[in-house]
Structure formats: structure tokens, C-alpha cells
Nanobody
């Protein structure tokens, strides 16, 4: 599966952005999807994940209540709605797909999109 992330940009503290990740293929609903982020000079870390059906979600603690992951399997797309953005949310954001295990480690995922840059100014 090929993934294409988009929607990043520059936003002020407290603002919102919605990231999208479009997937190729006809089996999108079989993949668990995740969002990760990587700040300059830091490791890639987990942000949120959603099961293949969309019935289950999981978030990293610092984004709970601010970010929402969702998916539209008819459109082969997963979204990350980011509200109340903070400067510490500044990073490149990556979407990823997992065939079996949906987890919080980059190694749990089999396919990756390119990053989309999110910059939150103070």
C-alpha cells in the first residue's frame, strides 16, 4: 500500500489543522493506521492509532483531548484533526499502515507515507 500525507502547515498556538493520509489499494480497511511525528533531532514517536474498522482508537497522552484520529474506508483516507495546537507539537507528521498489530512503536507498522510538516508558532 502507498500512503500520501498532506495538510501540514504553519499555525499559531491554539490553532487547528487537519492532516489527511490517502492510501492506494482496495484493502485499506484491513490495515490499522497510525500517525507518528518526528521533531528535528529527535526520534519518531507515536501520536495516535485507529483500528481497521475505525471502531477503536488510541492516543499518546500529550494529545488526548486535543487530537482526533478518524478514517473513511470508502475514501481510503485516515485523518488527524489537531486542535489547541502547541509549539511542542511542531514536527514532521507521518502516517503508517499495519497489517496485523496496531501499536505504538514504529516497528509495528509496515508501510509509511512521506512526512507533512506542522509548525506551531508561539
Amino acid at each position: 500500500v502507498q500512503l500520501q500525507a498532506s495538510g501540514g502547515g504553519l499555525v499559531q498556538t491554539g490553532g487547528s489543522l487537519r492532516l489527511s493520509c490517502a492510501a492506494s489499494g482496495r484493502t485499506f480497511g484491513r490495515y490499522h493506521m497510525g500517525w507518528f511525528r518526528q521533531a528535528p533531532g529527535k526520534e519518531r514517536t507515536f501520536v495516535a492509532a485507529i483500528s481497521g474498522s475505525g471502531g477503536s482508537t488510541y492516543y499518546e497522552d500529550s494529545v488526548k483531548g486535543r487530537f482526533t484520529i478518524s478514517r473513511d474506508n470508502a475514501k481510503n483516507t485516515v485523518y488527524l484533526q489537531m486542535n489547541s495546537l502547541k509549539p511542542e507539537d511542531t514536527a514532521d507528521y507521518y502516517c503508517a499502515a499495519a497489517r496485523t498489530v496496531w501499536g505504538t512503536r514504529p516497528g509495528d507498522y509496515d508501510y509509511w507515507g512521506q512526512g507533512t510538516q506542522v509548525t506551531v508558532s508561539s
